[in-house]
C-alpha cells in the first residue's frame, strides 16, 4: 500500500510551504518514498472519520497500512527510523540528530507559533506590542543560540538529517519577520535546505494545491 497522508485543502499559508503536511512530504521526498494525499476543509477536520485519525482534528496524518500517526514530528521521526538518509548509522549521531528534532519543535518552535497568533489575533489589542517585544527578545535568545551553535558549518551535527529538516521548517516562519536577517548563518542554512532537490519536489506539491485552488 501506498503512503497516504492529509493536507489542507485550502491552506492558510497561501502556498507559503508553512503547513506542517510540508513538514512530512520533505521526508518522504528525502527517502524516496512515493506518497499519496488526501485533502481536507476545515469541516473536514472535525468530522469523526478524521478524528479517528488525529484526536485534535488537525492535519498532517499518516497512514501506512495498519498503522496511523498524527503530530508532524512523531511522522518525520517514524519515516527517518524505517528509511535510509535522514538519520546517521552511527548510534551516538543519531541520538543527538533526533535531540535536535525535539528542540526544534520544544524549543523553537514555540516562541515562533506564539508571534504567528499574535499578529494573528492580537493586533487591535492595547497591549500588543508589548506583548510581541516580548516574545522578539526571546526569540532573538533563542536564535543567537542556534546561531552560535551551528557557526560556519553547513549543518547542526555532521550531515543533513532529521534534526535540520525540522529545524528549517521552523525557522521558515520567521521569513519577513526582520529577525533573522541579524544571522548571516541561520539565512544561508535556510538557503541551503531549500536547494535540496528533495525540499524542491515537496514545495512544488504543495504549492499546486493552493495553485489548482485558485484557477478553480
Known amino acids: 500500500m501506498v503512503i497516504t497522508i492529509t493536507a489542507f485543502e485550502?491552506?492558510?499559508?497561501?502556498?507559503?510551504?508553512?503547513?506542517?503536511?510540508m513538514r512530512v512530504?520533505?521526508?518522504?521526498?528525502?527517502?524516496?518514498?512515493?506518497?499519496?494525499?488526501?485533502?481536507?476543509?476545515?469541516?473536514?477536520?472535525?468530522?469523526?472519520a478524521h478524528l479517528t485519525l488525529h484526536p485534535f482534528g488537525q492535519i498532517?496524518?499518516?497512514?501506512?497500512?495498519?498503522?496511523?500517526?498524527?503530530?508532524?514530528?512523531?511522522?518525520?521521526?517514524?519515516?527517518?527510523?524505517?528509511?535510509?538518509?535522514?538519520?546517521p548509522d552511527d548510534a551516538d549521531a543519531r541520538a543527538r540528530a533526533i535531540a535536535w528534532m525535539f528542540a526544534a519543535l520544544n524549543t523553537v518552535e514555540p516562541p515562533i507559533v506564539e508571534r504567528s497568533m499574535a499578529q494573528l489575533f492580537d493586533r487591535?489589542?492595547?497591549?500588543?506590542?508589548?506583548?510581541?517585544?516580548?516574545?522578539?527578545?526571546?526569540?532573538?535568545?533563542?536564535?543567537?543560540?542556534?546561531?552560535?551553535?551551528?557557526?560556519?558549518?553547513?549543518w547542526l551535527d555532521g550531515s543533513f538529517h532529521a534534526g535540520d529538516l525540522l529545524m528549517v521548517s521552523v525557522l521558515q516562519r520567521l521569513k519577513g519577520a526582520g529577525l533573522l536577517e541579524e544571522y548571516p548563518n541561520l539565512m544561508q542554512y535556510i538557503a541551503r535546505a531549500e536547494g535540496r532537490p528533495a525540499f524542491a519536489r515537496a514545495f512544488a506539491a504543495q504549492l499546486a494545491v493552493f495553485t489548482n485552488n485558485q484557477q478553480g
Open 10 to 21: 485550502r491552506s492558510p499559508d497561501r502556498g507559503r510551504g508553512l503547513a506542517r503536511d
Open 25 to 48: 512530504r520533505w521526508a518522504l521526498e528525502e527517502v524516496g518514498q512515493p506518497y499519496d494525499v488526501r485533502l481536507l476543509s476545515f469541516p473536514d477536520m472535525k468530522q469523526p
Open 60 to 87: 498532517p496524518t499518516y497512514q501506512d497500512g495498519d498503522l496511523t500517526l498524527f503530530e508532524s514530528g512523531a511522522i518525520v521521526l517514524h519515516i527517518a527510523e524505517r528509511h535510509d538518509g535522514l538519520l
Open 124 to 154: 487591535d489589542e492595547p497591549w500588543f506590542e508589548q506583548r510581541l517585544a516580548k516574545i522578539d527578545k526571546l526569540l532573538h535568545i533563542r536564535l543567537g543560540q542556534l546561531s552560535a551553535r551551528l557557526g560556519a558549518a553547513d
